[in-house]
C-alpha cells in the first residue's frame, strides 16, 4: 500500500511556474515509479511526467522542455517543476505511482489544481 499526497497547486499566469510536491509513504515504495497525471474539465487524465527509482524519466509531449520532474528516493518525495506555464496546462494535477509491470497507476494523491489564466 502506498499513500500519496500532493500540493502546491494554485493561480498563476501565463509564462509563470509553479512546483508540485509530492510525498509518498507506506511498504517498499522504492520500486514504484512515481509520476504526475493531470486532468482538464471534460478532458481524459494524461500522463504529465514520470521517474522510476533509477531516475528514468518519461515526460508528456505538451510538457516537455517546460516542467521537470523529480525525486529523492531517501525521503520518499517527488517534486514538478513547471516552467513557462501555458493556459492549456490548467488542470487537476495528481501524484501517481505504479509498478514497473503496470501500464496504469495503482495509488493516486488527492489532486491539486493548477489554474492559468491572464
Known amino acids: 500500500q502506498v499513500h500519496l499526497v500532493d500540493s502546491g497547486g494554485g493561480s498563476v499566469q501565463p509564462g509563470g511556474a509553479l512546483r508540485l510536491s509530492c510525498a509518498a509513504s507506506g511498504t517498499e515504495v522504492g520500486p514504484y515509479v512515481l509520476g504526475w497525471y493531470r486532468q482538464a474539465s471534460g478532458k481524459r487524465r494524461e500522463l504529465v511526467a514520470e521517474?522510476?527509482?533509477?531516475?528514468?524519466?518519461l515526460y508528456g509531449d505538451a510538457v516537455r522542455d517546460r516542467f521537470t520532474i523529480s525525486r529523492d528516493n531517501a525521503k520518499n518525495t517527488m517534486n514538478l517543476q513547471m516552467n513557462n506555464l501555458l493556459v492549456e496546462d490548467t488542470a487537476v494535477y495528481f501524484c501517481s505511482a505504479r509498478t514497473a509491470r503496470s501500464s496504469w497507476p495503482r495509488y493516486w494523491g488527492q489532486g491539486s489544481q493548477v489554474f492559468v489564466s491572464s
Open positions: 521517474i522510476s527509482f533509477s531516475g528514468i524519466i
